[in-house]
């Protein structure tokens, strides 16, 4: 079993930057051995999309709507992945969500908020 837990959402105006953190842990599992992790976000009364997924390999994709804008990166040996977004837009506001799949098991975190002001 994996646990994924998100922070660094919160409120900020258009432009500004925010760094997303999600932390994996269980008792028994290797984080390099989650081949792919990512990045998905949901608006109110919209599906949750992907935002930006990495592999082990540290090979990226970016949705076309945050090229350019985010970062995704991750930390095998602190077992996190983040998500740095700068310029940040109203239209980015939504809930974030971590997403981690190993042996073929989909894990997710619980989601954290952000919300751009214009």
């Known amino acids: 079993q994996v646990l994924l837990v998100e922070s660094g959402g919160g409120l900020v105006q258009a432009g500004r930057s925010l760094r997303l953190s999600c932390v994996a842990s269980?008792?028994?599992?290797?984080?390099?051995?989650?081949?792919?992790m990512a990045w998905y976000r949901q608006a109110p009364g919209k599906q949750r999309d992907l935002v930006a997924r990495?592999?082990?390999?540290?090979?990226?994709n970016y949705a076309d709507s945050v090229k350019g804008r985010f970062t995704i990166s991750r930390d095998n040996a602190k077992k996190t992945v983040y998500l740095q977004m700068n310029s940040l837009k109203p239209e980015d506001t939504a809930v974030y969500y971590c997403?981690?799949?190993?042996?073929?098991?989909?894990?997710w975190g619980q989601g954290t908020q952000v919300t751009v002001s214009s």
């Open positions: 997403y981690g799949n190993l042996n073929g098991v989909n894990y």
């Open positions: 269980g008792s028994t599992f290797s984080f390099v051995s989650m081949n792919v």
């Open positions: 990495i592999t082990g390999g540290g090979s990226t």
